[in-house]
């Protein structure tokens, strides 16, 4: 008798790590023999099939376990995967967007060089007898200008260093000489948070107004639109600021902003 509890044992172990309900079965079966071998002489043929039967059960239950663990581990795997794609893309796009700088600087370079042949070409038509042109004299201008990014770098120095009007002066003047270099999104949000910066937050809400509509894929529309909001509670607006700060979570919803979106519109409903 004791040679066939020896396995019972055994299986009861391995399935400790089986799903509630295929441990009650187990248990109940068990029982059952339990019962069967005290209450009579043994049926050595019956007992040995319902032990393999329950080996049988066990040996599935442990299967799908470790197809579950695999999965899981899969899983994982692919996420991994998945956060290594996202950050190779960030990297992409701030080479792309560092590359578009540098052409942009290269343009005006040449632009520069060529106001300098211009002139160059001006006076000696001028030693000629023959007067500099309107456009000669712009050109020359232009050559005195310095390149867009240290434009748009200048005027975010002065904004972090709390030199709003100057920090304003700079990211207008980059507008003005370059509408359609890689940093015009930028400039003008900029010149919305100088304008918030100084209170002014009529200004401020024209200025983020103009992001959303001339650069609406812009990385800086999220911002514009929750500044907005922002703008709208200093200005004691709450229905208007509550639209803005419902756009953010539902246009961008996964931001950082709309995650402060989300924080604002709590802190207005207490």
């Not at 059960?57 to 999965?71: N, S």
């Not at 000696?124 to 005195?144: D, F, L």
């Not at 748009?152 to 100057?166: I, M, T």
């Amino acid at each position: 008798m004791t040679k066939y509890f020896l396995p019972v044992t055994l299986l009861l172990a391995l399935a400790a790590c089986a799903p509630q309900a295929e441990l009650v079965k187990v248990r109940s079966d068990m029982n059952d023999l339990r019962a069967e071998v005290k209450g009579r002489a043994p049926d050595v043929s019956g007992i040995q099939k319902r032990l393999d039967a329950l080996e049988t059960t066990v040996k599935g239950t442990t299967d799908l376990q470790k197809a579950m663990a695999d999965y899981g581990a899969k899983s994982d795997q692919l996420a991994t995967d998945i956060q290594l794609l996202q950050g190779k893309l960030e990297e992409n796009n701030f080479r792309i967007a560092e590359l578009t700088q540098k052409l942009d600087d290269k343009s005006f370079k040449i632009a520069e060089l060529s106001a300098k042949v211009e002139e160059l070409e001006s006076k000696v038509k001028v030693q000629s007898g023959v007067t500099t042109t309107t456009s000669t004299k712009q050109a020359t201008v232009a050559a005195k200008t310095s390149e867009p990014s240290d434009i748009y770098r200048q005027a975010k120095n002065d904004y972090d260093k709390g030199n709003f009007d100057l920090a304003l002066a700079g990211f207008q003047a980059y507008l003005a000489q370059f509408p359609t270099a890689a940093l015009a999104d930028k400039s003008q949000y900029w010149i919305g948070e100088c304008y918030y910066a100084k209170k002014d937050f009529s200004k401020a809400i024209e200025a983020f107004a103009k992001v959303i509509k001339s650069y609406p894929k812009s990385e800086k529309a999220a911002g514009a639109k929750l500044k907005i909001g922002f703008s709208y509670l200093n200005e004691k607006n709450n229905a208007k600021a509550r639209e803005y700060l419902h756009k953010v979570i539902k246009e961008h919803p996964s931001s950082d902003e709309a995650a402060l979106a989300k924080d604002k519109l709590k802190k207005i409903s207490q």
